[in-house]
């Protein structure tokens, strides 16, 4: 039985057969006059086009960084990223992590959501906890520990 994305759902999953997914996760600076109200277009404008390309993801935003754990299909994913250099409403874009594997997906009922900046910590933390890359992991406790010294400001970007 599929759910309302049309993924299978959790107890239909053969345990052999998960999907292969790509994921990518990054943070970036906002440009200048990127406001909430810019970010709820771009939540409205991802939830309209995810869902028919099978991407799930989370949108963090806060003291003007962008925060993105985004999910799919390994082509749709690479043209979505490939957007997402060339968008002018961010800048310097540092990529967390990336790869493509077989697993269930983390955002599966997610066409994309904005989480508030409070609630950053628990998705950088769930972020942590998935990853295996050294530099990722490196990468995310530098964020978290700017972020229980103060708030966000450039990620350590000038």
């Not at 520990?145 to 400001?153: A, E, M, R």
Request: aromatic letters at 6%; charged letters at 30%.
């Amino acid at each position: 039985m599929l759910d309302e994305y049309g993924f299978l759902r959790g107890a239909e999953l053969d345990e052999g057969a998960l999907p292969a997914l790509y994921h990518f996760v990054y943070c970036s600076r906002a440009a200048d006059g990127v406001d909430d109200a810019e970010v709820d277009r771009i939540v409205e404008a991802a939830q309209r086009h995810n869902l028919a390309r099978g991407i799930t993801g989370v949108l963090v935003f806060g003291s003007g960084i962008f925060f993105q754990w985004i999910e799919g299909p390994a082509a749709q994913m690479q043209n979505l990223v490939a957007s997402l250099h060339g968008d002018p409403r961010h800048h310097d874009i540092v990529t967390l992590s990336q790869s493509e594997e077989e697993r269930d997906r983390l955002y599966p009922n997610w066409d994309m959501e904005k989480v508030e900046a409070e609630d950053i910590r628990l998705v950088l933390r769930d972020a942590l906890e998935s990853t295996e890359d050294k530099d990722n992991i490196a990468a995310l406790k530098r964020i978290l520990q700017q972020l229980d010294t103060g708030p966000i400001k450039a990620l350590g970007r000038d």
